[in-house]
């Protein structure tokens, strides 16, 4: 999770934890709706590794 | 929720094209007992944002609703606190597994004692044959 950029961090914060829109969150984080999507597609895919591999592998 | 509706949700879910009535049927499955065991490595995950979502509400955090007015850096702050919790929830998730692993071994460990303490059973009892047999012939050669 640390590993994930600023912006990724806030965007998958506002979307999984606050359960706001995607509309709210562009207007939060001063961005378009396509790259807020973009953003937590990417962190939650580098999530979904991370979990993977700490399921599969133990600590790394 | 069937297996492969809950796994193809998760698809759209990690491509992040869920909606949030999506999102909310993911977070309710997954903090259920009736989670499958092949999607048990998510489970992490939605207990995390759970948490998070929780903790939330009990601090400086929280949101306002009604004007739903939210600062970057109460954001970033929020951020790092679902990362704590996210590393904790990992954290805790190794842990099980090393027990796990370690329960495995223990197992192992006494199944092979037992396999050994088998072996010399039987190795007991093929002796024991053998001195039968041995006395079988010899009766056989004095008692014909």
Redesign the interface.
């Known amino acids: 999770?640390?590993t994930l950029p600023?912006q990724q961090?806030?965007i998958?914060?506002?979307?999984?934890?606050?359960?706001?829109?995607f509309s709210?969150i562009a207007k939060?984080?001063?961005t378009s709706q396509a790259n807020v999507?973009?953003s937590?597609?990417r962190a939650?895919?580098k999530?979904?590794d991370?979990?993977?591999i700490?399921?599969n592998y133990?600590?790394q | 929720m069937e297996y492969s509706k809950i796994k193809d949700l998760l698809g759209v879910?990690?491509?992040?094209?869920t909606t949030?009535e999506q999102?909310?049927s993911l977070r309710i499955y997954f903090n259920s007992d009736m989670v499958d065991l092949r999607l048990?490595?998510?489970v992490?995950?939605f207990d995390a944002?759970n948490k998070?979502?929780k903790e939330?509400y009990k601090g400086s955090l929280a949101?306002d609703k009604k004007n739903?007015v939210?600062?970057?850096w109460t954001?970033?702050a929020?951020?790092l606190v679902?990362?704590g919790i996210?590393?904790a929830a990992?954290?805790y998730?190794?842990t099980i597994?090393?027990a796990q692993?370690k329960e495995a071994l223990a197992a192992l460990k006494e199944s092979k004692e037992l396999m050994y303490l088998m072996a010399n059973q039987l190795n007991k009892g093929t002796k024991t044959l053998s001195l039968v047999d041995q006395f079988q012939v010899h009766k056989n050669k004095y008692l014909k």
């Open positions: 999770m640390e600023e961090k806030v998958l914060h506002l979307r999984d934890v606050e359960q706001l829109s709210e939060i984080t001063n999507r973009v937590l597609s939650r895919k999530i979904k991370l979990l993977l700490q399921y133990g600590v | 879910y990690f491509n992040g094209e949030l999102e909310k048990k490595p998510y992490v995950l944002y998070a979502s939330k949101l739903r939210f600062h970057l954001a970033r929020a951020a679902i990362s996210a590393v990992f954290m998730s190794a597994k090393a692993e």
